[in-house]
T-cell receptor, first 115, second 114 residues
Framework: AQSVTQLDSHVSVSEGTPVLLRCNYS??????LFWYVQHPNKGLQLLLK??????LVKGINGFEAEFRKSETSFHLTKPSAHMSDAAEYFC?????????????FGTGTRLLVSP | GAGVSQSPSNKVTEKGKDVELRCDPI?????LYWYRQRLGQGLEFLIY????????KSGLPSDRFSAERTGESVSTLTIQRTQQEDSAVYLC????????????FGPGTRLTVL
């Protein structure tokens, strides 16, 4: 079975500094990986996804993630944090079940951005 | 509508009561998913509907949980004889047909069982 581990439950950064949210995955085959963001009182939004094309994936709002097979990692980064980036971030791996893509979520990392 | 909608947004109930949660998917989306998000945890898959095919119920935690969907429209998730451990946010998502299409999530229903 596929799984993901988000190594930090909380990450605090100052506005304008880099963001790094860590994720390691476990998969028996080449996985599809995603990052979702959840703002308070809003639905989950897809930030970016990796599906075995380029290993460096660019997403919305300046976020990107790099698929590193040797390290089984898919860390999310952003060069410069903005106050509006404060939210919960979920690393997700997909498990292909007959007929559909089952998403397996990590436990989430809460990003706090201070002025 | 423009996105997936869910109702109610909040539901408080007493232990032992039945509750029904509703999901309206994006028009044209044939696939519909239910997830549960307990406090401080990631989402757990509950059930998947695709068109008129038999649903995949492999994630339902007990026989107190059931879900229905009529065709490619609204879905309801029913929890019978609610327990305190059922307290969570229940999220619905929909997608176009096809296993690799993006799932779009609703805002969720926060269920509190007293």
């Amino acid at each position: 079975a596929q799984s993901v581990t988000q190594l930090d439950s909380h990450v605090s950064v100052s506005e304008g500094t880099p963001v790094l949210l860590r994720c390691n995955y476990s998969s028996s085959y080449s996985p599809s990986l995603f990052w979702y963001v959840q703002h308070p009182n809003k639905g989950l939004q897809l930030l970016l996804k990796y599906t075995s094309a380029a290993t460096l994936v660019k997403g919305i709002n300046g976020f990107e993630a790099e698929f590193r097979k040797s390290e089984t990692s898919f860390h999310l980064t952003k060069p410069s944090a903005h106050m509006s980036d404060a939210a919960e971030y979920f690393c997700v791996v997909s498990e292909m079940i007959t007929g559909f893509q089952k998403l397996v979520f990590g436990t989430g990392t809460r990003l706090l951005v201070s002025p | 509508g423009a996105g997936v909608s869910q109702s109610p947004s909040n539901k408080v109930t007493e232990k032992g009561k039945d509750v029904e949660l509703r999901c309206d998917p994006i028009s044209g989306h044939t696939a519909l998913y239910w997830y549960r998000q307990r406090l401080g945890q990631g989402l757990e898959f509950l059930i998947y509907f695709q068109g008129n095919s038999a649903p995949d119920k492999s994630g339902l935690p007990s026989d107190r949980f059931s879900a229905e969907r009529t065709g490619e429209s609204v879905s309801t998730l029913t929890i019978q004889r609610t327990q305190q451990e059922d307290s969570a946010v229940y999220l619905c998502a929909s997608s176009l047909e096809g296993s690799r299409n993006e799932q779009f999530f609703g805002p969720g229903t926060r269920l509190t069982v007293l």
